[in-house]
């Protein structure tokens, strides 16, 4: 059976509607239960909102007045600042630019080649005004298993930091920065696990400073194999990875970036930014998995973004050779005399990489200049 709504439901809806600005009155009822109970655990709160309230009103009253009358300029919309809300922070204080090499971390161990990268730090600090943190970290050697009573297998032990390698690492690092005038911070790790420790330090450093992998040195046998990889994946922070031969430069003049559309890459560009600013010569290579059009749109994309970090002459050399691209860019690199390479790392799997190879593993493996890594 049809049944017409009655009039007078009719006309207390429509009231209601108009009172209520749509609201139903189930819903305005439990929206004034839960701010009743929200006040009423909180009387310090509805205290001063019951102060500043009024006054809120009336500002607000005041500016829609003002507003209506021309007084404000068109276009401006109104500020509404609510009781306890706090300003956001960069209008109370102007922050510091985050692409600044601000805090630099070295890596230190008891080879020879330690120095080497330590005052390829200490001259990057100097150039950007940079604190620099010497991190002695080894891992102890493993003393010779003993048989256990009872026929348990045995166990072997960790002994203590070769002392002569920690005694080496210290007196490179007291006696490059005696009259330095670079704030310096020794630290030193003593024990396990190596790794851990030393990316738990370098999440607030800006830069690592990290030693290539000799293969040939037993001095450096007691810095884990996959030190370098391990710090950059595990830390996130970009690393400057000084070879093992050679004699790094005293200043980065000429540098060549190898871009690919990943963020690994974009994220070595970034970080790498204050050292291209202070280059004179900056060549671009891409990687070969891109298509033309995606390496000439890449190019122009990383041109733009240059140029908005003040890098105005970018010398570009189109796509690596696709069979062995790690080759081909160290290749590139001493053609153009490069000091650096910028790239990402590991924009593969790193497990593929192992298998199949790429560019990360090849670079790690046969530079012979600092490359400027980020993952």
Not at 8 to 28: E, I, V
Not at 57 to 73: D, P, V
């Amino acid at each position: 059976m049809n049944q017409e709504p009655d009039e007078l439901d009719r006309t207390l809806h429509a009231l209601w509607g108009q009172l209520g600005g749509g609201m139903s009155p189930a819903a305005q009822m439990l929206a004034w239960s839960d701010w009743a109970v929200h006040f009423a655990t909180q009387p310090g709160r509805a205290t001063r909102a019951a102060i500043d309230g009024p006054l809120a009103t009336r500002r607000l009253a005041t500016r829609r007045a003002s507003t209506s009358s021309g007084a404000e300029l068109a276009g401006a919309a109104p500020s509404i600042r609510c009781a306890g809300a706090r300003r956001p922070a960069h209008s109370r204080r102007s922050m510091a630019p985050m692409n600044t090499l601000r805090s630099i971390l070295v890596h230190l161990d008891g080879t020879a080649r330690a120095e080497t990268r330590l005052r390829f730090a200490h001259r990057l600090a100097q150039a950007h005004g940079s604190a620099l943190t010497g991190f002695f970290a080894v891992t102890p050697p493993v003393l010779p298993a003993l048989a256990l009573p009872g026929g348990l297998p045995a166990m072997p032990m960790r002994g203590p930091v070769d002392p002569d390698h920690r005694a080496r690492a210290l007196a490179t690092f007291e006696g490059c920065l005696r009259d330095s005038a670079v704030r310096s911070d020794w630290q030193e790790l003593l024990g396990e696990p190596v790794v851990e420790n030393f990316v738990r330090r370098a999440l607030t450093a800006d830069l690592m400073v990290l030693g290539q992998r000799d293969p040939f040195d037993a001095s450096g046998f007691d810095v884990p194999g996959d030190f370098v990889e391990a710090a950059l994946l595990g830390s996130g922070k970009p690393a400057l990875i000084v070879p093992y031969a050679g004699e790094p430069p005293a200043q980065v003049q000429t540098v060549l970036v190898a871009w690919r559309s990943t963020r690994e890459a974009a994220n070595a560009l970034a970080t790498a930014a204050p050292v291209l600013r202070r280059a004179k010569q900056l060549h671009l290579v891409c990687a070969p998995e891109d298509s033309p059009d995606d390496t000439a749109s890449g190019m122009a994309a990383v041109r733009s973004y240059l140029r908005m970090h003040g890098v105005e002459r970018v010398q570009e050399h189109g796509s690596l050779e696709a069979r062995h691209p790690g080759k081909a860019l160290l290749s590139l690199a001493g053609e153009v005399g490069a000091d650096l390479i910028v790239l990402g790392c590991y924009g593969h799997s790193r497990a593929r990489e192992l298998v199949v190879g790429g560019v990360t593993r090849t670079v790690l493996e046969a530079a012979t200049l600092p490359v400027w890594m980020a993952h």
